[in-house]
């Protein structure tokens, strides 16, 4: 049986930014139809897990996420600058989505949200909401600006209106916000994590270790 119904991966408190607020959103949405919930984030955080779902292997760890928590049936995935989307590149850009899109059909349903521009090629932006069960935004804006630049039909992105994350009093000069203005964090840097337990890798060390001391006494 599901540990629950839905899954969100991004960006968690106390992490700053759109993609945050675009994440607490589809959380409080869930919430709201009687959902239970688990969240992955891709750092350290509030959420229940941190898994580096970026790169190439992004579809690979949604199905680790996936089988986690006993394969619940829903999928909602925040889209941002840096992930799951790490590397720019057309090769890598390429790679990663057809892993997310191998992961999405092992889910029911997977949503997609985008917390502000991912700064993709627009092949792939279309390839990922053609597959993806619903596709929302923060704001009308936002999604006017994606539709325009990917050549999205504008019925297809739907708005769910969220209080941006951290909440900043109206008379805080904005030049002392920090990691909280916007705009002062351009990217997410994903740093890949073992995908093996500690006793595993130590198990493979000695193995190697073992194999080297038999490899030098053969020679002598």
Do not use: N
């Not at 029911?108 to 917390?115: D, P």
């Not at 053609?130 to 019925?155: E, Q």
């Amino acid at each position: 049986m599901a540990v629950c119904d839905v899954v969100v991966v991004g960006s968690y408190p106390p992490a700053p930014g759109p993609a945050t607020t675009a994440a607490l959103t589809a959380v409080r949405r869930a919430w709201d139809a009687g959902l239970t919930v688990r969240v992955v984030s891709y750092r350290p955080g509030a959420s229940d897990q941190v898994v580096p779902v970026a790169g190439p292997l992004a579809g690979r760890r949604l199905e680790q996420v996936r089988r986690h928590y006993q394969e619940p049936r829903r999928l909602v995935l925040v889209l941002q600058d840096g992930a799951p989307f790490a590397d720019r590149s057309l090769g890598a850009q390429m790679l990663t989505a057809a892993g997310l899109l191998w992961a999405f059909r092992r889910f029911g349903a997977a949503e997609l949200v985008f917390g502000e521009d991912p700064g993709l090629v627009r092949p792939v932006v279309q390839l990922l909401v053609k597959a993806a069960s619903r596709v929302s935004v923060a704001s009308p804006d936002l999604g006017a600006a994606l539709c325009t630049r990917y050549k999205l039909p504008v019925s297809c992105v739907a708005v769910d209106p969220a209080e941006a994350y951290p909440l900043v009093r109206a008379d805080i000069d904005p030049s002392t916000w920090g990691l909280f203005r916007p705009g002062a964090q351009a990217s997410l840097t994903i740093v890949e994590m073992p995908t093996t337990t500690v006793a595993e890798r130590l198990r493979a060390r000695a193995v190697a270790s073992k194999s080297l001391v038999a490899r030098r006494l053969r020679g002598h």
